[in-house]
């Protein structure tokens, strides 16, 4: 598999443009892929989910979210970060069956307390159709514990574009399921029905295309082995976990269940970008992080190298998606408007705060990564609690104050987290933030023409009484092409070397 070229230090900003020229197809094309299947993953879920709360009771779609919220949690313990050590671990085909093996033991003892959880609600608390809802979840964890093992196979192979594939495959019959069993009477039933199809034809998929069959086997130094680094991810895990429902969770109680609702729609908006922008980061990430790593390991310059990469990679993801946050606080009241309607214009605000923290939480994308493949992945737990922490804790003491105060909290704890962020890339990965600061600067130019250009549009629509969905698409092609070409006046005419567009010229 080729790398990246490893100069020495003196001359390897000269052949960074090299580099880029070799790799940037095939990078393009991963990321196009992983991107796609992205979105029509969260067509999917956005599909669903307006079926769902139309064909559904609200009695039954509030018993989904509760009990799923429940369910996420045991998976996030079932997948224990076994696709992760495949992407940082050149796993021979031993290794590969231990893997396999683990992540079944785990799937199944997750399956066993869903079961046990299913049975006390069933036969303890008289309530068999929640009992019965909860068996079918359990379902979930078996599938979904080898699927993070085939996605982390399919990722060190380098292939991307037959996992997209895949999720799109997946993504799809899951849809069909789910629609099919809402037709028919199968209710909440079937957006469980749904998730399962979803993750069934992936692992069966996966491992057509992977060529590979766990062998039930495993040792005890290497079950240690896997279970250390799994203890890492998985605190990593639980803590975002805990991170993500506390906001809602909190509002709820402090504020009542229309806030919450609010406040749970800018967040669903929010993520459907995040997700987008996240998830082929986040694998690009690993992909191109670990060929820099795998390259040069011998000679123990892995943290520099990286890092170095990771440098370049930091100020073309941020060129990326800050422009993609901040516009969408800038059209959040037009999407709100054209998506949900009136009565939830309450949300745009709240879209508008979140999206801002959005845009401080990018770089924690990079860090899993970059860290593991440094070999320092052992300081992001503590760093997860902090943040964890401040974040839990912000919004505990802002609710009572009004919700829009607890999306400003959130803000703030962003803030921390980018520092933290900061300090554990730069330290311990080698990532040169003087320099990602340097760039984006003329990155936040392009960003201000943009924001102008929305502005003036929005005003200008307003006084001409546009349609709302007219103005919308009106304001994300001017903006976002305004953007792109202040970006390409800045590299082109003033020589200020823009990665995106410089081919990493330094």
């Known amino acids: 598999m080729d790398g990246f070229p490893l100069p020495p230090s003196s001359s390897r900003r000269s052949h960074l443009p090299r580099w880029l020229r070799l790799r940037l197809p095939s990078v393009i094309g991963d990321g196009a892929s ?3 299947s992205k979105i029509v993953s ?7 989910f307006l079926v769902a709360a ?3 009771e ?3 779609f509030g018993l989904y979210a509760y009990s799923s919220a429940v369910v996420i949690l045991l998976v996030v313990v079932a997948e224990g970060g076994w696709g992760e050590f495949i992407m940082k671990t050149e796993c021979t085909r031993d290794e590969l069956d231990q893997v396999g093996t683990i992540s079944i033991i785990s799937g199944m003892l997750v399956t066993m307390v869903g079961l046990s959880i299913a049975a006390v609600v069933w036969f303890f608390f008289h309530q068999p159709w929640e009992g019965m809802l909860l068996c079918l979840f359990s379902s979930w964890f ?5 699927s993070v093992v085939y996605d982390g196979l399919l ?3 380098g292939l991307l574009r037959k996992q997209a594939a895949i999720r799109i495959a997946s993504e799809v019959t899951g849809l069909g399921v789910t629609m099919l069993g809402l037709w028919i009477g199968w209710n909440i039933f079937s957006l469980v029905a749904g998730r399962l199809a979803t993750l069934l034809v992936g692992v069966f998929a996966s ?7 766990p062998k039930l086997r495993l040792t005890l130094p290497f079950a240690r082995e896997i279970l250390e680094f799994s203890r890492h991810i998985l605190a990593n895990r639980l803590i975002i976990f805990l991170r993500s429902y506390s906001g809602t969770l909190a509002i709820g109680s402090f504020l009542g269940l229309a806030e919450a609702g609010y406040y749970r729609v800018a967040e669903r908006i929010i993520a459907a970008f995040s997700e987008l922008i996240g998830e082929p980061a986040r694998m690009l990430a690993w992909t191109l992080f670990r060929r820099v790593a795998v390259k040069i390991d011998a000679n123990g310059k892995t943290s520099r190298d990286v890092g170095t990469s990771a440098t370049t990679f930091m100020t073309i993801l941020m060129a990326i998606s800050a422009p993609i946050y901040l516009g969408l606080s800038l059209i959040s009241s037009g999407l709100i408007d054209v998506v949900l309607g009136d009565k939830w214009a309450p949300a745009a605000i709240l879209v508008t705060i979140l999206s801002a923290k959005q845009v401080l939480l990018t770089p924690g994308y990079v860090t899993e990564p970059l860290l593991s493949l440094s070999g320092n992945i052992r300081r992001m737990p503590a760093a997860l609690l902090f943040n964890g922490a401040i974040s839990v804790g912000l919004i505990v003491l802002l609710a009572p104050f009004g919700v829009e105060a607890a999306a400003w909290g959130q803000c703030l704890a962003s803030l921390i987290s980018f520092a933290v962020s900061m300090h554990l890339q730069r330290n311990y990965g080698g990532l040169a933030w003087s320099r990602v600061i340097r760039d984006c600067a ?3 130019v392009a960003i201000a023409a943009m924001a102008a250009t929305v502005y003036s549009l929005g005003y200008l629509a307003e006084a001409s009484a546009l349609r709302h969905l007219s103005t919308l698409a009106i304001q994300v092609v001017f903006g976002g092409t305004i953007y792109v070409l202040t970006l390409a006046i800045l590299q082109k005419v003033i020589g200020i070397p823009i990665p995106i567009f410089a081919g990493g010229r330094r």
């Not at 969260?42 to 669903?48: A, E, F, P, S």
């Not at 491992?207 to 069959?213: E, L, S, T």
């Open 34 to 36: 992983t991107l796609g």
């Open 58 to 60: 609200s009695a039954e």
């Open 155 to 157: 990722v060190a192979r």
């Open 54 to 56: 139309r064909v559904l």
């Open 442 to 444: 003329y990155v936040a």
């Open 42 to 48: 969260q067509v999917v879920q956005l599909v669903v």
């Open 142 to 146: 078996l599938p979904s514990s080898l």
């Open 207 to 213: 491992a057509i295309v992977a060529g590979w069959y």
